[in-house]
């Protein structure tokens, strides 16, 4: 080989490198799909690994493989379902954001009214999220531990501010269960019967069901401070 062609032989651009198989990404994702779906029909304990793997078009070995077993595939739709609510490093930056205690609680209601009025309230993931309230199961804890305090550790310092208070006042807390109890009323309650029951309510108007759920919190915050203080 010539000098010249040698260079031309190494001058030539390399070809990229084969891109990560996205097969087991989208198995992954389809056996997340389905078993949302399937956990939010039948709950964990009458859910099938063979249903789920049908449902995916999966093969029945695919749970073990990529989740050792259905209680992590269990643990995995969990996982999802919170995230898609509001992650715990979504919910942070929203909080970080906001200049003072009452923008912060305006932010964290508002995103909660988008999601409870957006598409993620048709599908399987407030179901799941509330069996999973009503009757935990074993990887409750984790959820309790991973989601759930970690949320309730970012709300706690709000309220507290807007109530001038301690943080382990136990008016803080009892304000703490009273925000967040209407919105776990509308992510998980059946929202055919409370459309029934409330057909005014505006399940689909984000921002009236925002601006709601802030003035009843202030109000609430505002009483129960006065309360606490005398």
């Known amino acids: 080989m010539s000098t010249s062609t040698a260079l031309r032989a190494r001058s030539k651009p390399r070809k990229a490198a084969p891109l990560e198989d996205e097969k087991p990404q989208r198995t992954r994702a389809a056996l997340l799909e389905a ?11 009458r859910a099938t690994g063979k249903e789920i793997c049908a449902r995916a078009g999966a093969n029945v070995a695919a749970i073990n493989y990529y989740f050792g077993g259905i209680e992590g595939l269990y643990a995995a739709v969990l996982r999802l379902a919170h995230s898609r609510v509001v992650s715990v490093d979504h919910l942070q930056a929203v909080v970080t954001r906001e200049p003072d205690a009452r923008s912060q609680l305006e932010a964290i209601l508002g995103m909660l009214a988008r999601v409870i009025t957006g598409p993620a309230s048709s599908s399987w993931v407030f179901r799941v999220i509330g069996r999973e309230i009503v009757a935990p199961s074993r990887v409750f804890s984790e959820m309790r531990d991973k989601e759930i305090f970690p949320k309730l550790r970012i709300l706690r310092p709000v309220v507290a501010e807007l109530m001038d208070l301690p943080e382990d006042h136990p008016a803080v807390a009892r304000a703490c269960i009273s925000i967040v109890g209407p919105c776990i009323v509308l992510l998980i309650g059946d929202r055919r019967f409370l459309k029934k029951a409330f057909p005014r309510f505006g399940f689909n ?26």
Do not use: P, T
């Open 205 to 230: 108007d984000a921002d009236a069901v925002a601006q709601h759920l802030v003035s009843f919190a202030l109000a609430g915050i505002a009483a129960s401070a006065r309360a606490a203080r005398k």
């Open 35 to 45: 078993a949302g779906n399937v956990f939010a029909e039948k709950g964990f304990d």
